[in-house]
């Protein structure tokens, strides 16, 4: 052959960690047994049994989205694609979209928008605040979009668009498609896609569904879903063509070989999701991530984002000036095996509360190799107040650790 083989491959047992790290961090997540059979299966991507898989993933995803006639897809990709296949399906060359830029991700749903070359306004909001409903009925009255983007959870600044409803009432009563992003919130906190009018949802597995990355879920109202049908330009983008995905998802044909082990994937995250039941698990989420948030503070360390504008399911916690979050991160890596995120551009790091994350074993053990990572590197916190704050916190609004 004119290239050889290549030498000196090292095997995956040679690079991965002997101890798996604890995912702790903005995602992926760790993912439950079943999870993880499931995508250690391969099955052809058409015929019977895969139409049978699909109609349960589609209903079960109707109660995460909680629709009743939400068209649902899923995308051979990851939030992203699925942020990615909404902007190109709703939004028309030319048109005008309003985005709610409160981070990372909400900016890149405006960038998104730029790229299939709409007139895009940015709504940049302050700094560690919710998007105020007033302001962006204010800038819809202004510029009139036929489109808003907006995230429901910032996973960059770790903050929460609480007033999501409130905003999308405004933005129906001007005609204009809502396109949110819950990839870090859905299964985590309420949302109500027919109550709350939204036009697009979507979703990556990888965080609050406890799934695999590279597998996503897209809803779309039947507004929405008659503005994709009745467009008569042709979308630059074929495998995000929410015409051609249909031929999947809804008439048992050929789009493109369909992830088969992600799609079983995500049928047992959402399986699990829909045992647990929604309530239970938005319980679970807002007691777990609380009570660590109540350990952090306890330790002496100070929240990113104040209460009412705070994102529950990724907590931002501020470095003190005296520890680089490099060195941080890499110690609880590697003395602790487990991992957490840096920012992407405050001084901050971020702990995860997404599905599996959730588990009172696990948020005692980052808790302590948290604090303890920061006695090491010569920042003294009271690490037995925040397990002691951590421990109260579960008993006192009594954390059920199920399923």
Same mark, same amino acid.
């Given at each position: 052959?004119?290239?050889?083989?290549?030498?000196?491959?090292?095997?995956?047992?040679?690079?991965?960690?002997?101890?798996?790290?604890?995912?702790?961090?903005?995602?992926?997540?760790?993912?439950?047994?079943?999870?993880?059979?499931?995508?250690?299966?391969?099955?052809?991507?058409?015929?019977?049994?895969?139409?049978?898989?699909?109609?349960?993933?589609?209903?079960?995803?109707? #109660?995460?989205?909680?629709?009743?006639?939400?068209?649902?897809?899923?995308?051979?990709?990851?939030?992203?694609?699925?942020?990615?296949?909404?902007?190109?399906?709703?939004?028309?060359?030319?048109?005008?979209?309003?985005?709610?830029?409160?981070?990372?991700?909400?900016?890149?749903?405006?960038?998104?928008?730029?790229?299939?070359?709409?007139?895009?306004?940015?709504?940049?909001?302050?700094?560690?605040?919710?998007?105020?409903?007033?302001?962006?009925?204010?800038?819809?009255?202004?510029?009139?979009?036929?489109?808003? !983007?907006?995230?429901?959870?910032?996973?960059?600044? !770790?903050?929460?668009?609480?007033?999501?409803?409130?905003?999308?009432?405004?933005?129906?009563?001007?005609?204009?498609?809502?396109?949110?992003?819950?990839?870090?919130?859905?299964?985590?906190?309420?949302?109500?896609?027919?109550?709350?009018?939204?036009?697009?949802?979507?979703?990556?597995?990888?965080?609050?569904?406890?799934?695999?990355?590279?597998?996503?879920?897209?809803?779309?109202?039947?507004?929405?879903?008659?503005?994709?049908?009745?467009? !008569?330009?042709?979308?630059?983008?074929?495998?995000?063509?929410?015409?051609?995905?249909?031929?999947?998802?809804?008439?048992?044909? #050929?789009?493109?070989?369909?992830?088969?082990?992600?799609?079983?994937?995500?049928?047992?995250?959402?399986?699990?999701?829909?045992?647990?039941?929604?309530?239970?698990?938005?319980?679970?989420?807002?007691?777990?991530?609380?009570?660590?948030?109540?350990?952090?503070?306890?330790?002496?360390?100070?929240?990113?984002?104040?209460?009412?504008?705070?994102?529950?399911?990724?907590?931002?916690?501020?470095?003190?000036?005296?520890?680089?979050?490099?060195?941080?991160?890499?110690?609880?890596?590697?003395? #602790?095996?487990?991992?957490?995120?840096?920012?992407?551009?405050?001084?901050?790091?971020?702990?995860?509360?997404?599905?599996?994350?959730?588990?009172?074993?696990?948020?005692?053990?980052?808790?302590?190799?948290?604090?303890?990572?920061?006695?090491?590197?010569?920042?003294?916190?009271?690490?037995?107040?925040?397990?002691?704050?951590?421990?109260?916190?579960?008993?006192?609004?009594?954390?059920?650790?199920?399923?």
């Amino acid at each position: 052959m004119r290239i050889k083989s290549p030498q000196g491959i090292l095997s995956l047992d040679n690079i991965l960690p002997e101890e798996p790290l604890l995912m702790m961090g903005a995602g992926p997540v760790p993912i439950p047994a079943r999870v993880a059979a499931a995508n250690g299966i391969v099955i052809n991507h058409l015929g019977d049994t895969m139409a049978q898989i699909i109609e349960q993933v589609k209903l079960m995803s109707r #109660y995460a989205f909680q629709t009743e006639t939400g068209h649902i897809l899923g995308v051979a990709g990851p939030g992203s694609a699925a942020m990615e296949m909404a902007v190109a399906n709703l939004v028309v060359p030319g048109s005008k979209v309003l985005s709610v830029c409160n981070g990372f991700f909400s900016n890149r749903l405006a960038e998104m928008s730029e790229r299939v070359e709409a007139d895009v306004v940015k709504l940049v909001v302050e700094e560690g605040k919710s998007a105020d409903p007033a302001v962006v009925a204010q800038y819809i009255e202004q510029h009139q979009p036929q489109v808003l !983007t907006i995230v429901q959870g910032e996973t960059s600044s !770790t903050v929460c668009n609480n007033e999501l409803a409130a905003i999308a009432a405004v933005a129906k009563s001007h005609n204009c498609l809502v396109i949110v992003d819950a990839v870090c919130t859905l299964s985590t906190m309420e949302f109500d896609m027919d109550k709350w009018g939204i036009d697009a949802v979507i979703t990556g597995g990888q965080k609050g569904l406890s799934c695999i990355p590279g597998v996503s879920l897209i809803g779309f109202s039947n507004k929405a879903w008659q503005h994709i049908q009745g467009r !008569t330009d042709q979308l630059r983008h074929w495998c995000l063509d929410a015409n051609l995905a249909d031929q999947f998802w809804y008439k048992k044909s #050929y789009h493109y070989t369909a992830p088969v082990s992600g799609i079983l994937a995500i049928h047992e995250a959402l399986r699990l999701v829909c045992t647990e039941t929604l309530k239970t698990r938005f319980d679970r989420h807002l007691r777990s991530s609380h009570a660590l948030q109540a350990g952090i503070e306890a330790m002496g360390l100070d929240l990113y984002v104040k209460p009412e504008s705070r994102l529950n399911s990724v907590v931002g916690i501020r470095m003190p000036k005296d520890v680089e979050s490099k060195q941080l991160l890499s110690t609880m890596s590697h003395r #602790y095996k487990v991992e957490i995120s840096g920012s992407f551009g405050a001084n901050i790091v971020r702990i995860g509360q997404m599905g599996e994350q959730c588990r009172a074993h696990n948020l005692f053990r980052t808790l302590h190799a948290f604090g303890a990572s920061f006695n090491l590197l010569g920042q003294k916190l009271d690490l037995p107040a925040g397990m002691a704050a951590l421990e109260s916190s579960l008993d006192q609004h009594g954390f059920v650790d199920q399923i």
